[in-house]
């Protein structure tokens, strides 16, 4: 589907945890979005952050069955997300969306292990909903760094099957890396799909694991995205082999309009930040 602008609504706006969620009424992009999709908000009407930024799409709510809303979660870290967090309700921002590439889920039911960290959860809520409607057995695995920075741990435990949580402190769950569990679910749990949000170095690691246990491997990445849409190329990253790329090459993917998701097992994770230009494709 073409993406759409739309001049939206705030319906809502509130803090879960540590973040905020963010619910525009959207009907045109909310009948489109597919999990794993992103929105390209403005932050501000003053044209001051000329910038959007790129969010994922963390519920929806389809046309029909009521206003047709899509909700997003975002962490206050510089003076765009400040600004998107003094919106209030009936404030209007401009959306672009729903773009990029989605998850691809099973055609039937299938054992799906979702794996996020911190609020790069966000996108896989979505997902869940989607897979659970396909009668997938879903198992999630979710960590941060405090109990505080946890998202939606309630809801994750109320679509999945089970729902395992890390924080690096101990202050919730396991102490350790969410990735720590990860090959002992991979087998109890019988998963033949992973899907993964969050930190690189974090989805670097859910992608070998998954590959080291047999079991293909999505993760969505989070990018700076200038564009949204292909042009600038400000959020490529290095794919191999599984990227089409050919044997030993590497070329340039745009995550706003390839990804942001991708097979894991097709990104140069040992490139990334410092790409082997000579043997991109072009």
Known sequence: MTPVRERCEVLERRRTGAYQALTLVAPRIAEHARPGQFVHLLAGEDRSFPLRRPFSVHKVERPGTGMGTVEVVFDVVGAGTRALARLRPHDVVDALGPLGRPFDPPEGPAGC????????????????????????????????????????????????????????????????????????????????????????????????????????????VEEQMACGTGICFSCVLPVGDGGGAGPGATRMARSCLEGPVFDGAAIAWAELGHPDLEGAVR
């Open 113 to 220: 292990l979702l794996v996020g960290g911190g609020y790069g959860t966000a996108p896989l809520f979505f997902l869940a909903t989607e897979l659970r409607a396909r009668r997938c057995r879903v198992d999630f695995v979710i960590g941060a760094a405090t109990a505080g920075r946890l998202l939606d741990a309630m809801e994750a435990k109320r679509l999945g099957h089970s729902l395992t949580v890390t924080t690096d402190d101990g202050s919730a769950g396991r102490r350790g890396l969410v990735t720590d569990p990860l090959a002992g679910l991979l087998a109890s749990t019988g998963a033949e799909r992973v899907y993964a949000c969050g930190p690189m170095p974090m989805l670097a690691a859910v992608s070998r694991l998954a590959a080291a246990a047999g079991v293909p491997c999505q993760v969505a």
